[in-house]
């Protein structure tokens, strides 16, 4: 069996990285933080205790600013392929904690690539770059697309893509750069406003919520579906040489789009709930991103499954589904969260 390490295990897109890689035999390590509380809902049904003879998939603890766990770490699992989707990920509080969000998404990468290289063990790995990096270049971006970062959280992004690059060509490492998209799911962190809009609507038409306040409703953002993209990552290091990707649906929407088409589907209109707060807007904003994923298409054979709309549906019905409200439309029921696995390296939907 396969063995990979996934940093960032117990977020949006390291659960379902988890599931997509258990669903092709691996055994999975993740690495989370200690809490005092338990932060691993979202990997809760795929966890098995370990003492079970079956179990492939197993927590430990540390933290992206210790370098030396990460190295006891990477030399104890000896991984095949290491996944980095750890960070400080949440860009409008980049402006409050620079220095963390420098710390644990700049640095945290150059300490878990240098825990590999001492390690010495051949390993794959994927580093989790975002599209925040291009900032406000021209679009549509793709690899050739200069950066141009407008936050902390992109500036430690683009800090941690080029050291990437120095370790692949300096010390040969199997190293690849996944330039993501926004891609949202159910899963997604509630203070992110996709899914702080889909949460919303359904509190709105519960009645436990009067408004909605939201920042920017102008910035246009390239939106998918995480399962999908979660598929790319594995497919970056299953290539005969490492390289970078940007992964996207190349189609833009605006955050006034995404808040039409939720609240349309919900039978509500947005503008009577809404309010423009202006503590979420950014002392510099992105815009406008939209993706050029031809080469992804063309060398990885990947293209997104699941579209804008069908998207906003999955997450409206899912956060119905959670507090007890029906499901508005029953033909996208079968697109939920718990509707959805993966088998054969396919997206099955009961």
């Known amino acids: 069996m396969k063995k990979a390490l996934i940093t960032g295990i117990t977020g949006q897109d390291g659960s379902y990285l988890a599931e997509f890689l258990l669903s092709k035999g691996y055994v999975v390590h993740g690495l989370i933080r200690r809490s005092s509380t338990f932060n691993t809902d979202r990997i809760e049904h795929i966890y098995v205790d370990p003492h079970d003879p079956e179990a492939r998939l197993f927590l430990h603890y540390g933290d992206l600013n210790d370098g030396g766990q990460l190295s006891n770490l990477i030399y104890n699992i000896q991984p095949d392929e290491v996944y980095h989707l750890g960070a400080q990920s949440h860009v409008r509080v980049s402006f409050d904690m620079p220095e963390f969000t420098g710390d644990i998404t700049g640095l945290g990468t150059t300490r878990l690539l240098e825990a590999v290289r001492r390690s010495g063990i051949k390993t794959r790995f994927y580093q989790a770059s975002s599209s925040e990096m291009f900032g406000d270049a021209p679009a549509p971006q793709d690899e050739n697309t200069p950066f141009r970062p407008r936050s902390p959280y992109a500036v430690a ?106 609240f349309s589907y919900a039978g509500l209109d947005w503008r009577e709930y809404v309010e423009i707060d202006q503590r979420y807007f950014r002392p510099l904003e992105t815009e406008f991103l939209l993706s050029n994923p031809a080469k992804a298409r063309k060398r990885l054979g990947w293209s997104p499954r699941i579209n804008f709309k069908d998207l906003v549906k999955i997450m409206v019905d899912y956060d119905m589904e959670f507090l007890g409200i029906s499901p508005v439309g029953e033909g996208i029921k079968i697109l939920n969260d718990k509707g959805i696995h993966w088998t054969n390296n396919k997206l099955i939907r009961r």
């Open 157 to 262: 992004k683009v800090y941690a893509y080029w050291m990437v690059r120095n370790y692949k060509e300096g010390y040969g490492m199997f190293a690849a750069n996944g330039i993501l998209f926004n891609h949202e799911s159910p899963r997604r962190g509630e203070t992110f406003v996709t899914r702080k809009i889909t949460r919303a609507l359904a509190r709105i038409k519960l009645g436990l919520q009067d408004k909605l306040y939201l920042g920017n409703l102008e910035a246009k953002r390239d939106w998918g579906y995480a399962p999908d993209y979660v598929e790319a990552m594995w497919l970056m290091l299953q290539q005969d040489e490492p390289d970078d990707f940007v992964i996207g649906t190349g189609e833009s929407h605006s955050v006034k789009e995404f808040l039409g088409e939720a």
